[in-house]
């Protein structure tokens, strides 16, 4: 069958998340604001029941839930990423269940009263996953899509954009709109959309360096040694200029959290 994303999204560049290396720079991604996961917990409701999390990574949303709800099935086809998050905070949560394989074909324990997606749903065959959100879902469920683990409104966006330009190895990638496009395709009746506040947070120098490596069109070893150490070096000048004396990175947060009912 046909995939209906968009080329920048084809398994050949979603297969990168099962390298060790992106899976363990993956820490070094900057958090979801807290009011993430207000929202979240406010959508579930006075139940706080069940939630099914794809294309889940190291856990960063099912581990962040996992205190508030009933218990989180956490899917993701990458084992070394199931392998981080185990290593993590919670990771290890006798609620959270954790599951290797793709969510188009894993087994799954329906009934979930939310699923959830960060950074994940355009790596999945929509023609697939959105029939099956539907099937596992309650009838009161909402798919929830979860965006925004970059800095938004830096004085070194536009050298930092040009710099992965250069380096990029995702040569198919162009900037759409995610949400309007499942909207278009059909995919999602869309319900709410909305953003977070923006919040501050600081990081070291080097690990927001090291951040750029968690990403598929960046990983170490499509790079290349001598690359990731010319792109390190560069991205780290850029930023020497914005560095306090602790060697701290400051810069602001928001997350965009959108949800509805996935169309069969």
């Not at 139940?47 to 709800?69: F, N, S």
């Not at 997350?255 to 509805?260: C, E, I, M, P, Y």
Request: aromatic share 10%.
């Amino acid at each position: 069958m046909e995939t209906t994303r968009p080329r920048q999204y084809w398994n050949d560049y979603a297969s990168r998340f099962k390298n060790q290396s992106l899976a363990e720079t993956y820490e070094f991604r900057p958090p979801y604001p807290e009011e993430t996961y207000k929202i979240l917990l406010s959508l579930l409701g006075k139940l706080h029941g069940r939630v099914l999390d794809v294309g889940c990574g190291p856990g960063k949303i099912a581990r962040g839930l996992i205190e508030h709800v009933d218990s989180v099935d956490a899917v993701d086809f990458s084992q070394e990423m199931i392998r981080v998050g185990k290593s993590l905070i919670n990771g290890n949560h006798r609620n959270l269940r954790w599951i290797n394989g793709v969510v188009e074909e894993v087994q799954l324990y329906p009934p979930y009263d939310m699923v959830t997606a960060g950074a994940s749903i355009h790596w999945m065959e929509w023609d697939v996953v959105f029939p099956r959100f539907k099937d596992v879902l309650t009838a009161d469920g909402y798919l929830v899509i979860i965006d925004g683990d970059r800095p938004i409104g830096s004085p070194w966006h536009d050298a930092e954009l040009s710099l992965i330009h250069q380096y990029s190895t995702n040569r198919h990638h162009e900037q759409i709109d995610l949400i309007q496009e499942l909207v278009d395709r059909e995919h999602l009746c869309l319900i709410g959309d909305k953003r977070t506040a923006p919040v501050s947070f600081s990081q070291p120098l080097m690990d927001y360096v090291q951040s750029f490596h968690s990403r598929e069109s960046m990983s170490k070893e499509h790079m290349g040694e001598e690359n990731v150490r010319e792109f390190d070096a560069e991205l780290s000048q850029i930023l020497s200029d914005f560095v306090d004396d602790a060697g701290l990175l400051t810069f602001q947060l928001e997350a965009r959290v959108t949800w509805g009912k996935p169309l069969a």
